[in-house]
Structures are given as structure tokens and as C-alpha cells.
């Protein structure tokens, strides 16, 4: 028989049935990691705004480098590269910081809990999968409009001519909206290694981060050597692959049958196989037949082998990918990808998540 203490009324415990089930288990890293971990809104919030203040206050001051390029030429209408972009990096690794983690909060995840996600870690996953989604859908579109307007664009078939890569070599200045959007996915990358170093690492997340490591790589290398067409074309050639991915694993989190699920899975793999390897195995042809007309040996060679890298990764996610496949026939279920799951069961959440939802 209980005691006095832990009776309550039918009223009460009618009250207590609407209370939302406790969180699962939080695991995060410790110490600064887990400061930043827990200050992915607030605390790029803070500097957002101290820049953007100071620049609404004091116009020709430091913050406007933060906010727009410098080095402009009004006769060409382009943006010379300079060392003050990288102020425009830094301000927009903040704020992709603030904004993924504000919309995964604030709309991703109360979204998924309206359309049927019924754990706390399809809820997260769902919030993640939707701000990757959302990124590389603005991206992919932004950069084929920036690749057609080289003279590197071919046709929707094959999207380059590999003999226009390095048409009016060396590229130094760009368009406004080009420059922009090769420095708007530079800082994409810097921020999405910030965020896998702070949050609890994933069971892939050596192979992530040295995805990461080596795309950040090829980035400064073309910047430096300024070949951006070619970074232009690897964009979009692995941007597209993610959208669909991404699109088809919320629909997964949220509990959409396999009927629906699985023939986006298919087309997710035939797009990962023509892009990821075909159109990119045409950058990798592009640059080994024609860039060692431009550099030297060692620089040469030394762009070949971070290209060689980062198709090799491609290669170990799509035997992944394959291994998905084989375990969806011989279970005869649906697909579950497993690549990213935490190293342990429960959720794992940045804090600025769990506090939301402690509230």
C-alpha cells in the first residue's frame, strides 16, 4: 500500500499525464568544448551584434570589414581577393553557427514533434537532417547559377568542359555574387568542423572530419592558386547528393513508411554515384591533364592527392551505402542508415537543446 506522500489526486495525476517524458540522457564533452557546446546561440550572438552595432554606429569603422568585401574595381565590377575576407569569415562562421543552431531549436524541432517524430532522438536527428537539407538546397541552386556563368558550364548532362577550367587564368577577382557564395561555403566548412569538434563525436567522426579537413584544403588551395572554377565545380558536385539524403532521413525520423522512404534512397544513390564519381571523376581528369601546365610539379601533384583523398571517402561512405542496401533486402525492412549514429543509445543534443526543452 503506498504511502500518504506519494498519493495524488485524480486531478493531479491527470495533470501529471500531460507533462512531456523526461529527455533522454545528455552526452556532451566537457570543459571549453562543452562551453561552446552549450553557447552555440547566445554567445554568436553576442559578437553578431557587437559587429553590426558598432557598424550602424561608426560606418567606416573595423566591423565594416566583417560586413562586406573590400578591394572592389568599378571597372571590371569585380571583388580583388584580399586578406581583409578573411573578417568576412570569421562574421559567417558565427552566424551559420547562430542560425543552425537557433533553427534546429526553434523550428526544426518543434516541427518534427508536429509531424510524428516520437523520441527525443528522431527529434534531434529530424532537426539536424533539416538544417542540412535546407543549407545545401540555398547552395546548390546559388552555385550552378555561379558555374553558368563561366565558361566552364557545359550542359546538364555533363555539367563542365574540361579544357574551360582554366579559362582567363589566374582568377583573382570575381563577381560579387560568385565571391560571395565561394566564401558563404567557405565558412560552412570551418563551422561545420567547429561544430563536430564541440559536440559529442559520432561513430564516423574521423572519417567526417577528415571529409572536413580535406574539402577546407581544397578551398584554401584554389583560393591561393586562384583556380575558384574548380572549387566552384567540386560544390556542387557533392552538395546535390546531400540534399536528397538529408530529405529522405526526415521523413524517416518523423515515420513515414518505407514505400516513401525507399525510392528516395534509390535516387539518393543514383545521383550519389553520378556526381560524387562520374562529374567528379571529371574535375579529377580536368585538373590532372591541364593543371600541370600552371604549377609546378609538387603543387601539381600535391592538388591530384587531396582530390585522390577525398575521393577515396566518397568510395568508403558508398560501400556504406551498399551495406545499407544489403541489410534492407535481407531484412526485407526499410533503410536504416547507421553511419552517423552516437557511439552510445541515448540522444545526444547540443545543451542549448536540452535547456529548450527542460523549460
Given at each position: 500500500?503506498?504511502?500518504?506522500?506519494?498519493?495524488?489526486?485524480?486531478?493531479?495525476?491527470?495533470?501529471?499525464?500531460?507533462?512531456?517524458?523526461?529527455?533522454?540522457?545528455?552526452?556532451?564533452?566537457k570543459?571549453?568544448?562543452?562551453?561552446l557546446?552549450?553557447?552555440?546561440?547566445d554567445?554568436?550572438?553576442?559578437?553578431?551584434?557587437?559587429?553590426?552595432?558598432?557598424?550602424?554606429?561608426?560606418p567606416?569603422?573595423?566591423?565594416?570589414?566583417?560586413?562586406?568585401?573590400?578591394?572592389?574595381?568599378?571597372?571590371?565590377?569585380?571583388?580583388?581577393?584580399?586578406?581583409?575576407?578573411?573578417?568576412?569569415?570569421?562574421?559567417?562562421?558565427?552566424?551559420?553557427?547562430?542560425?543552425r543552431?537557433?533553427?534546429?531549436?526553434?523550428?526544426?524541432?518543434?516541427?518534427?514533434?508536429?509531424?510524428?517524430?516520437?523520441?527525443?532522438?528522431?527529434?534531434?536527428?529530424?532537426?539536424?537532417?533539416?538544417?542540412?537539407?535546407?543549407?545545401?538546397?540555398?547552395?546548390?541552386?546559388?552555385?550552378?547559377?555561379?558555374?553558368?556563368?563561366?565558361?566552364?558550364?557545359?550542359?546538364?548532362?555533363?555539367?563542365?568542359?574540361?579544357d574551360?577550367?582554366?579559362?582567363?587564368?589566374?582568377?583573382?577577382?570575381?563577381?560579387?555574387?560568385?565571391?560571395?557564395?565561394?566564401?558563404?561555403?567557405?565558412?560552412?566548412?570551418?563551422?561545420?568542423?567547429?561544430?563536430?569538434?564541440?559536440?559529442?563525436?559520432?561513430?564516423?567522426?574521423?572519417?567526417?572530419?577528415?571529409?572536413?579537413?580535406?574539402?577546407?584544403?581544397?578551398?584554401?588551395?584554389?583560393?591561393?592558386?586562384?583556380?575558384?572554377?574548380?572549387?566552384?565545380?567540386?560544390?556542387?558536385?557533392?552538395?546535390?547528393?546531400?540534399?536528397?539524403?538529408?530529405?529522405?532521413?526526415?521523413?524517416?525520423?518523423?515515420?513515414?513508411?518505407?514505400?516513401?522512404?525507399?525510392?528516395?534512397?534509390?535516387?539518393?544513390?543514383?545521383?550519389?554515384?553520378?556526381?560524387?564519381?562520374?562529374?567528379?571523376?571529371?574535375?579529377?581528369?580536368?585538373?590532372?591533364?591541364?593543371?600541370?601546365?600552371?604549377?609546378?610539379r609538387?603543387?601539381?601533384?600535391?592538388i591530384?592527392?587531396?582530390?585522390?583523398?577525398?575521393?577515396?571517402l566518397?568510395?568508403?561512405?558508398?560501400?556504406?551505402?551498399?551495406?545499407?542496401?544489403?541489410?534492407?533486402?535481407?531484412?526485407?525492412?526499410?533503410?536504416?542508415?547507421?553511419?552517423?549514429?552516437?557511439?552510445?543509445?541515448?540522444?545526444?543534443?547540443?545543451?542549448?537543446?536540452?535547456?529548450?526543452?527542460?523549460?
Amino acid at each position: 500500500m503506498a504511502s500518504s506522500s506519494t498519493k495524488r489526486s485524480p486531478k493531479a495525476q491527470g495533470h501529471l499525464d500531460t507533462l512531456p517524458a523526461p529527455t533522454a540522457v545528455v552526452h556532451r564533452r566537457k570543459g571549453l568544448l562543452g562551453t561552446l557546446d552549450r553557447h552555440q546561440i547566445d554567445g554568436p550572438l553576442v559578437i553578431i551584434l557587437a559587429i553590426i552595432g558598432t557598424y550602424l554606429v561608426f560606418p567606416n569603422s573595423f566591423a565594416k570589414k566583417f560586413l562586406f568585401f573590400q578591394e572592389y574595381d568599378a571597372a571590371t565590377d569585380t571583388y580583388e581577393k584580399s586578406w581583409y575576407d578573411l573578417y568576412f569569415l570569421v562574421f559567417w562562421v558565427l552566424t551559420f553557427t547562430f542560425l543552425r543552431a537557433s533553427v534546429m531549436t526553434y523550428v526544426l524541432m518543434p516541427t518534427a514533434r508536429r509531424l510524428g517524430a516520437t523520441t527525443e532522438r528522431s527529434v534531434l536527428r529530424f532537426a539536424e537532417q533539416g538544417w542540412i537539407c535546407l543549407y545545401y538546397s540555398c547552395s546548390w541552386v546559388l552555385g550552378m547559377y555561379c558555374l553558368q556563368l563561366t565558361p566552364s558550364w557545359n550542359n546538364w548532362l555533363v555539367w563542365f568542359h574540361t579544357d574551360q577550367f582554366f579559362d582567363s587564368y589566374p582568377l583573382t577577382a570575381l563577381p560579387l555574387i560568385t565571391k560571395y557564395y565561394y566564401w558563404l561555403q567557405f565558412s560552412f566548412w570551418i563551422q561545420q568542423m567547429f561544430v563536430l569538434c564541440i559536440e559529442a563525436p559520432r561513430k564516423d567522426f574521423l572519417a567526417m572530419i577528415s571529409h572536413h579537413l580535406v574539402t577546407a584544403s581544397l578551398i584554401i588551395c584554389s583560393l591561393v592558386l586562384n583556380v575558384t572554377t574548380f572549387g566552384n565545380a567540386v560544390f556542387v558536385a557533392m552538395d546535390l547528393a546531400d540534399i536528397v539524403l538529408a530529405f529522405g532521413k526526415c521523413l524517416k525520423y518523423i515515420g513515414m513508411p518505407d514505400m516513401i522512404c525507399d525510392p528516395i534512397f534509390a535516387c539518393f544513390m543514383v545521383i550519389w554515384i553520378y556526381t560524387r564519381h562520374f562529374l567528379y571523376g571529371y574535375i579529377i581528369y580536368a585538373w590532372t591533364l591541364h593543371g600541370g601546365e600552371y604549377y609546378s610539379r609538387i603543387t601539381h601533384w600535391g592538388i591530384i592527392g587531396l582530390l585522390l583523398v577525398l575521393q577515396s571517402l566518397m568510395f568508403f561512405w558508398l560501400w556504406s551505402i551498399f551495406r545499407i542496401v544489403y541489410k534492407m533486402f535481407a531484412s526485407k525492412g526499410g533503410v536504416v542508415d547507421d553511419r552517423s549514429d552516437d557511439d552510445e543509445s541515448p540522444a545526444v543534443a547540443p545543451e542549448h537543446i536540452h535547456k529548450k526543452q527542460r523549460s
